[in-house]
């Protein structure tokens, strides 16, 4: 593969507004009031759906990884994750609450988390205290979706737009179990490009505040890395080692006839075309990130 090839284009990121202070801000004041923290990140983008700011507000706080959108990532890959994070003493449930898939082991996931306290509750007298949970997630990860799958109602407000929750909110599951609900918080910084671009192309972030053809040709090199029969499927070539994202983004084009005039090709508007069709799942089941084994 030449270094052509190999080469993913640089982007200018900005993404962390100014309410996400303050929600982060009310998360830090209300850490006290609960017993556990539930952590919701997107299956196909494990890492990157984290906020790193999570393990210093949570503290020494049980903590569960709830790894959506199961429904959208590789199963394989989702497996090695959740192994992943049980090694790092978390405790794990994989669940696609569009669908409701895995969402009723919610309640006995805290209760088995949280067994150590509820033994104690009742040494004091106190059988069926209820237990409190504060969950969190970054925008559009489908926190507001999951939480009314496991309340069976409607209460938590959701979107499809990043940012839709802004106040906390208490929200009772059982006679046992309340959940806080925040507002979706992203962190002020990221280390590298890639965590942006993940978010971006999994629509955490909005992707119209950057480069999309940038982004679609970056996102054409990481399909062809690690899942060049997608593209072959969905577009009907098979990706060159020797092509940069572009290239593999024009080849695209011309595949669906997206024809500006004679001999050039609408790259932006393939670019907008993978971004859509990953959203909806027409490319397959694909994560984007594996665990460091």
């Not at 990860?141 to 409607?154: M, Q, W």
Request: hydrophobic content about 40%.
């Amino acid at each position: 593969m030449t270094e052509k090839g190999n080469m993913y284009e640089k982007m200018n990121i900005q993404w962390f507004p100014g309410h996400m202070t303050k929600a982060q801000r009310m998360i830090e004041e209300n850490l006290k009031m609960v017993d556990a923290v539930c952590e919701l990140l997107d299956a196909r983008i494990p890492r990157s759906s984290r906020n790193p700011d999570i393990d210093r507000l949570a503290g020494d706080k049980p903590r569960l990884i709830i790894l959506n959108r199961t429904d959208l990532a590789d199963p394989e890959i989702t497996a090695g994750w959740k192994k992943f994070y049980e090694g790092q003493g978390f405790a794990v449930l994989e669940t696609d609450a569009k669908s409701g898939r895995g969402v009723n082991g919610f309640a006995p996931a805290v209760r088995r988390l949280l067994a150590d306290k509820l033994r104690d509750y009742e040494s004091k007298g106190q059988v069926g205290r209820t237990l409190r949970v504060m969950i969190l997630g970054i925008p559009n990860v489908g926190k507001s979706t999951f939480i009314n799958k496991v309340a069976g109602r409607k209460a938590a407000i959701a979107g499809d737009r990043p940012g839709v929750t802004r106040g906390k909110q208490w929200i009772n599951i059982d006679s046992g179990l309340d959940l806080l609900d925040t507002p979706g918080i992203l962190w002020p910084r990221f280390d590298s490009q890639e965590v942006g671009e993940m978010l971006a192309i999994t629509n955490a972030i909005k992707a119209d505040v950057l480069d999309k053809e940038t982004l679609g040709a970056n996102f054409m090199l990481r399909l062809r890395d690690m899942y060049p029969k997608a593209i072959e499927e969905r577009y009907k070539f098979t990706p060159d080692p020797d092509m940069n994202g572009f290239e593999l983004l024009e080849q695209a084009a011309k595949k669906r006839g997206f024809l500006i005039s004679r001999g050039e090709y609408d790259i932006e508007r393939m670019a907008n075309t993978l971004l859509g069709e990953y959203h909806e799942g027409k490319l397959g089941r694909l994560s984007l990130e594996v665990p460091n084994v």
